[in-house]
């Protein structure tokens, strides 16, 4: 299984038609391609893991659908998400994002984008990988899980409070226990496909 998503452009993504058993979340024109391709699958590849972290923080207090619907103008407005860019971002570029309407105008998740940038280049300086420091979170395996409903889903783990503590102690913003919990859900981290979703055992490499 490839451990980097594919680029969920709109028309591109490759998915089963409606009617195929899926995770109950996915039900909309953008959801279902990206639960088909790109949720939890593990993501090995620094700079998609970065794209995550931050799309994940622009969430907050919105829904899912609303980032995926501004995911593309996200790669656009922030240099695809190179972190070594965004780290030397400048008062002038930030006027330029804070009048962007395709991504989400606020002021303070933009500055953190910033900050967690630097914050992202210096883990990466210190592990050599921003990969390698995040999956020692789950030991380097993903933590394969057996939900059989989207309630059994929690908002975090002690595997995310962790995550989060440490990221906040390294000046990372944004990056609450539940943001870090839905990361790791939507890198693979951790598998939390409902059991009787098609994507489950795919994800899971073919076992029980």
Partial sequence: MSTQKPDLSPGQAESLPCSAPRCAWAKTELSIPYHDTEWGVPVHDDRLLFEFLILEGAQAGLSWETILKKRANYRRAFDNFDAQKIARYNARKVAQLLSNPGI???????????????????????????????????????????????????????????????????????????????????VGLVNDHATNCFRYREVNGGGS
């Fill in 104 to 186: 989400v105008r606020n002021r303070l998740k933009i500055a953190a984008t910033i900050q967690n940038a630097k914050a992202f280049l210096a883990v990466q300086k210190e592990f050599g990988s921003f990969d390698r420091y995040v999956w020692q979170f789950v030991g380097g395996q993903p933590k394969q899980n057996a939900r059989t409903s989207l309630k059994q889903i929690p908002a975090r783990a002690p595997e995310s409070d962790a995550m989060s503590k440490d990221l906040l102690k390294r000046g990372f913003k944004f990056v609450g226990s539940t943001i870090c919990y839905a990361f790791m859900q939507a």
